[in-house]
T-cell receptor
């Protein structure tokens, strides 16, 4: 079983929709949770990070962590065509503190 | 700052050949890492380094070697290329490695490798 599971999609929604992207994980020692965004043929870039359970908001983006369920989410409000990309969750912490483990990524397309 | 640079951008190898993928960063980052990205598999960690002279294995280290003789450079060596190593390889660096935001990974542009 992979440590981090992510639905690969693809996910296609109309412009303006609310998007929900999710990851589950099995390692309860993970403490830090990150979302990276990757445009086609580019390297990933950090979008948001959180330390603990709860919500963190940054503009149209909200990251949510539920450590009891080992489940994290990224919500995108008022989605724009420029949000079309692959979104990867990533985690680290505990005995794996020096390793960042990525999910497989969800490919998102926003239709104008 | 050039950030993280990788060479070459593209490479085709025959089975059994060896080669080195180059990675350099000019941000004085302590942590450097190599990932491979395959369809449906996401980014998988190959090797990483928490400082010059220190390297360790990631999730998929077999068939690859690394060394870190300077802070700036972290080359990845393919010892005897196999078709299963066909992938996109990303080098990344970060200021630190313990927690965000210092462990924010800055990625290079990637090397697309095909092994025939």
């Amino acid at each position: 079983q992979k440590e981090v599971e992510q639905d690969p999609g693809p996910l296609s929604v109309p412009e303006g929709a609310i998007v929900s992207l999710n990851c589950t994980y099995s390692n309860s020692a993970f403490q830090y949770f990150m979302w990276y965004r990757q445009y086609s043929r580019k390297g990933p870039e950090l979008l948001m990070y959180t330390y603990s359970s709860g919500n963190k908001e940054d503009g149209r983006f909200t990251a949510q962590v539920d450590k009891s369920s080992k489940y994290i989410s990224l919500f995108i409000r008022d989605s724009q065509p420029s949000d079309s990309a692959t979104y990867l969750c990533a985690m680290s912490g505990g005995s794996s503190a020096s390793k960042i483990i990525f999910g497989s990524g969800t490919r998102l397309s926003i239709r104008p | 700052n050039a950030g993280v640079t990788q060479t070459p951008k593209f490479q085709v190898l025959k089975t059994g050949q060896s080669m080195t993928l180059q990675c350099a960063q000019d941000m004085n980052h302590e942590y450097m890492s190599w990932y491979r990205q395959d369809p449906g598999m996401g980014l998988r960690l190959i090797h990483y380094s928490v400082g010059a002279g220190i390297t360790d294995q990631g999730e998929v280290p077999n068939g690859y070697n690394v060394s870190r003789s300077t802070t700036e450079d972290f080359p990845l060596r393919l010892l005897s290329a196999a078709p299963s190593q066909t992938s996109v390889y990303f080098c990344a660096s970060s200021l630190g490695w313990r927690m965000p935001p210092t462990n924010e990974q800055f990625f290079g542009p990637g090397t697309r490798l095909t092994v025939l």
